[in-house]
Nanobody, 125 residues
Framework: QVQLMESGGDSVQPGGSLRLTCAASGATGNSYCWSWFRQLPGREREWVARIFTYTGGSNYADFVKGRFTISQDNTKKTIYLQMNSLEPEDTAMYYC??????????????????WGPGTLVTVSS
């Protein structure tokens, strides 16, 4: 059974930075892709960034482009989300998700089944 665990969430001021980590355990092999999602109270869980395990190709939601960077360490089965220039609107619970299905896209939260419990990011003055 694959388990994911996020870490790195904290409370920071606007303009600050955080690095989130998501570590996988309990399974052999690597996922096909990973994504970061975030969710605010009363809102839908929204996709933030994606990375493909075997190619390293990545994609970002428009609202984080130029500010966030997703990366991976496949040896450690770990992905990261470097978050710079944080804004109050970035406040959310951040979740990572993985898909081991060949040609998965990791974009639709409703179709993803392997999630971490989340880590809270709070951006405020």
């Amino acid at each position: 059974q694959v388990q994911l665990m996020e870490s790195g969430g904290d409370s920071v001021q606007p303009g600050g930075s955080l690095r989130l980590t998501c570590a996988a355990s309990g399974a052999t092999g690597n996922s096909y892709c990973w994504s970061w999602f975030r969710q605010l109270p009363g809102r839908e869980r929204e996709w933030v960034a994606r990375i493909f395990t075997y190619t390293g190709g990545s994609n970002y939601a428009d609202f984080v482009k130029g500010r966030f960077t997703i990366s991976q360490d496949n040896t450690k089965k770990t992905i990261y989300l470097q978050m710079n220039s944080l804004e109050p609107e970035d406040t959310a619970m951040y979740y990572c998700a993985a898909d081991f299905t060949l040609f998965a896209d990791c974009l639709d939260a409703k179709q993803l089944h392997i999630w971490g419990p989340g880590t809270l990011v709070t951006v405020s003055s």
